[in-house]
């Protein structure tokens, strides 16, 4: 019966959750295939009750090795290594390549034609632990928020867009040239818990409540998305923020999906190390 009620859904025909929810009055959350406006017919979560519902999960970013410096796996950053040469690094958070599946955006990086076909207003974050099943996401997320000032109307609609604006590039510009923070509000833990799933050095240096785009280190590497904080001062943006574009310097170990997260060798959640709980937890990226 379970997959009848499924099936019934590989009916409809909409480009986002918020589209699903309102033209078939769907409220369950779970997978749903949309269409691009070429047509194209993919399948992913949409969160049908945070907030009124009708978010679409168009990316996650996943880290599944702190060893590896901009390696294999690390496709929201670099998969080829500290190389000046490729200061966009993969490209992902400009172009319209796609990887990964729903059930598995926990296990491995996940990106959907959603991330540049969806015409948005809000993003919705969720910090899931990793390769955690898909009906137990929402329960079992260390931190959720998202946006309620339609801060994407003033962007082009999506990160794709955004991006353009802000590029993701090794030596764009300096820390200064950061793109917008814009405020959060919870649907799960607080500024405080945000503070505390990050190291105490860069929790010196950030503050918590809102979502950062485009922040830029002290070696000039640009990193994607800072979740739950904003930069404030110190320039040391890898170890709290994640993603980017290539050519991350001052150690080898700072390129990657979570840059820096690992810094400090005096264990996790010391110094300039992230909690393990964030360490191994993959954000996942929602429009409405
Ligand atoms: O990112 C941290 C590094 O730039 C500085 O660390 O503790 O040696 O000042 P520290
Ligand atoms: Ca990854
Ligand atoms: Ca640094």
Not at 251 to 280: T, V
Request: aromatic share 14%; proline share 5%.
């Amino acid at each position: 019966e379970r997959l009848d009620n499924l099936s019934n859904r590989s009916r409809y025909v909409a480009r986002s959750c918020k589209e699903i929810m309102d033209r078939y009055d769907e409220r369950e959350d779970g997978l749903y295939f949309l269409t691009t406006a070429n047509g194209m017919v993919y399948q992913t979560f949409c969160d049908m009750t945070t907030d009124g519902g009708g978010w679409t999960l168009v990316a996650s970013v996943h880290e599944n090795s702190h060893y590896g410096g901009c390696t294999v796996g690390d496709r929201w950053s670099s998969q080829q290594g500290n190389n000046a040469n490729l200061p966009d690094g993969d490209g992902n958070w400009s172009n319209r390549n796609t990887f990964g599946t729903a059930e598995g955006a926990t296990s491995d990086d996940f990106k959907t034609p959603g991330y540049y076909d969806i015409v948005a207003e809000d993003m919705s974050v969720w910090h899931v632990p990793n390769n955690f099943p898909l009906e137990h996401w929402n329960l079992a997320a260390i931190l959720r928020y998202h946006t309620s000032n339609r801060f994407l109307r003033l962007y082009g609609g999506n990160l794709f867009e955004l991006f353009k604006r802000y590029p993701v590039r090794y030596n764009v510009g300096s820390c200064s040239n950061r793109g917008p923070a814009v405020p959060i509000v919870y649907d799960h833990g607080d500024k405080e818990s945000t503070k505390m799933f990050y190291g105490p050095n860069p929790r010196a240096e950030s503050e918590p409540g809102f979502i950062t785009f485009r922040p830029i280190n002290n070696e000039r590497a640009a990193m994607a998305i800072c979740s739950g904080v904003k930069p404030t001062t110190g320039c040391n943006t890898e170890h709290y923020c994640i993603g980017g574009g290539g050519y991350f310097r001052e150690h080898n170990e700072q390129c990657g999906d979570f840059p820096s997260f690992d810094w400090d060798r005096l264990g996790l959640g010391q110094g300039w190390s992230a909690s393990k709980e964030m360490r191994e937890a993959a954000v996942l990226l929602f429009y409405r």
